[in-house]
């Protein structure tokens, strides 16, 4: 289908979408300009390229190591809130860090650790940030959506940095570390703004270590979703040298300065907004599997000429190549992690989707900055050009289905559980038995179809699944799992999707005729339990078994 030429700022059109859109270049140039301006002070306090490499892995490494609770929080509680606070985090300490630049106060390893505590704070705010995407643009308008989501970064990155490199020539890296403590203030207000219509759960939240672990259990049990975090871990290792090594390519290479340095992400930069308005016509005719391939090498080849380059010109159009192609890489994923993941994982899912990302990018950092130290830098761009190369091969062993946002959509079951004992929400584990009526000859059939329901009851809550065959009645079977407490049931009959219920129906297609399913709902006593004995009630009311409907 052919898309209309305006079809990628549709989503600007709804104002809520345009309002946080329009804030969100601003807050992207602050943080771009606060990493020229580390990566920059760090080239005149040492000469170490490693640490002028752990600039970038200290403003990545938060995004590895606190987006999967921040997603977690998102999930659980008002993700506009969530956002919010994420955001006052960041400012904060990017205030600090401005006062104590001026005070003439930092070290390497200060700046390094101001780095890491403001991208702590984006990283809270991120996942919250994308996860809410969905409610502020019509479905149609979804795609396009997440594409400028990720236009608003590189639209900043585009210049953001050569303006970076002018502020830090003209009035030194202080003033850059309060530009960026400014430009969290629209985006701020912004949210405050956004009168959220939270949708009241049925369901008390869980814990955010029971939450961290649910969205960790959905992705690994979601082969779709587990095959796009590796491959992005992996991309984001073997491609860090570009953002990494550029100071140390604008200085050595190309005997520049701090402008010089920004005119190269400049260009990276107007490469990723080029990438990002190609997404949604890239989408609608190949798929995503040759696209990212296709960029995989372009990757590699303009890596190889950055590295060998000592033509500002040619380094540029390098760093512009590199830009489009890894835009098409990264925002291609992220739409298919949004299509793919359910509501109540969405925040989740996409924040183990940039862990894996910004991880990989962190410890590339790291790896291709030691090797470069111990060797050259064009040694270590280079060998990370020859990693690029190499990986559309995993194209062909992970390779990606092509998902419809229908599937992801959660379902009602239609009916509440028969409840004669005096259970409350922490009651548990909960066993569930369901039988299933068979004909003899369908018995390879049926079990092949019933294989596939292990993941749609594990990734959703369930564990210690089997399935069983009655040696004394071959028709009959047995599928079987566990809940840790009755709230956890009632979670996964939440959490429900079109595709689950296409696999129970992939199920039902081979039972008996006129024979459905029984469903049968057991408390578990393990031995040793003392006090069901004494028929008590759990004394915390506020957890009866007394739900919405």
């Known amino acids: 289908m052919r898309i209309p030429l305006f079809k990628p700022l549709a ?20 943080q771009l300009i606060l990493g020229v301006g580390a990566a920059w002070e760090m080239t005149r306090l040492t000469d170490s390229p490693a640490m002028v490499a752990l600039v970038q892995t200290a403003l990545m490494l938060p995004l590895m190591l606190a987006s999967v609770p921040a997603g977690a929080l998102a999930d659980m509680f008002d993700r506009r809130k969530v956002a919010i606070a994420g955001l006052v985090v960041a400012g904060v300490f990017a205030t600090l860090h401005a006062v104590l630049a001026y005070s003439g106060l930092l070290s390497p390893w200060t700046i390094l650790a101001f780095c890491f505590l403001i991208g702590s704070g984006v990283s809270l705010y991120s996942p919250a940030w994308q996860a809410s995407i969905s409610e502020q643009v019509s479905p149609d308008n979804l795609p396009a959506a997440i594409a ?53 759960p049925r369901l008390p939240p869980e814990g955010v270590g029971r939450a961290m672990v649910s969205g960790a259990r959905y992705v690994s049990h ?3 979703l587990r095959k796009i975090v590796v491959r992005c871990a992996a991309f984001g290792f073997a491609g860090a040298t570009a953002a990494a090594l550029a100071p140390l390519i604008a200085r050595d290479m190309l005997n520049g300065d701090a402008s010089t340095y920004g005119v190269l992400l400049g260009a990276s930069g107007a490469g990723a907004v080029v990438g990002a308005l190609m997404v949604s016509w890239a989408r609608s005719r190949w798929k995503t599997d040759i696209v990212t391939s296709a960029m995989m090498l372009v990757t590699a080849a303009a890596l190889m000429i950055a590295a060998t380059s000592q033509n500002l010109f040619l380094t540029c159009v390098a760093m512009f190549a590199i830009g489009t192609a890894n835009m098409l890489v990264i925002a291609l994923y992220n739409v298919t992690v949004q299509l793919a993941a359910p509501r109540w994982v969405l925040a989740r899912a996409l924040s183990l989707f940039g862990a894996s990302m910004t ?21 270590a761009v280079v060998a990370s050009g020859v990693m690029m190369a190499i990986l559309p091969l995993i194209s062909w062993l992970l390779p990606i289905e092509e998902k419809s946002n229908d599937t992801a959509e959660t379902v009602s ?6 409840i004669a004992l005096p259970i409350t929400l922490r009651s548990g584990p909960v066993v569930i038995e369901i039988d299933y009526r068979v004909d003899p000859d369908d018995a390879r059939e049926f079990y092949d179809a019933a294989l596939k ?16 065959r009655d040696i004394a009645d071959p028709g009959l079977w047995t599928e ?8 956890d049931y009632l979670r996964i009959r939440d959490r429900h999707t079109a595709a689950d219920v296409a696999g129970q129906q992939d199920v039902s297609v081979f039972l008996v005729k006129d024979c459905p399913p029984i469903v049968r709902r057991k408390l578990d006593r393990p031995f040793g339990s003392v ?15 007394t739900i919405a409907p």
């Open 480 to 487: 079987r799992y566990s809940c840790p407490t009755w709230a």
């Open 11 to 30: 989503p600007l059109g709804e104002t809520l979408f345009r309002r946080v859109w329009s804030a969100s270049v601003l807050s992207n140039l602050g």
């Open 359 to 379: 991880g990989g990018i962190a410890v590339g950092a790291w790896a291709w900055g030691v090797l470069a130290n111990e060797t050259s830098v064009t040694t």
């Open 222 to 224: 979601s082969p779709l």
């Open 148 to 200: 400028l989501g990720s236009i608003s970064y590189n639209l900043a990155r585009s210049f953001g940095p050569a303006l970076g490199g002018l502020i830090v020539l003209a009035f030194g890296a202080q003033a850059a570390f309060a530009v960026n403590a400014i430009f969290y203030l629209p985006l701020l207000f912004a949210f405050l703004l956004w009168r959220r219509q939270a949708i009241i």
């Open 531 to 545: 006090r069901w004995k004494h028929d008590s009630v759990d004394p915390k009311k506020d957890r009866q078994m």
């Open 413 to 418: 079951i239609g009916f509440e559980p028969d």
């Open 453 to 468: 329901l292990r993941p749609l009851r594990l990734r959703n809550g369930g564990y210690d699944w089997s399935l069983s």
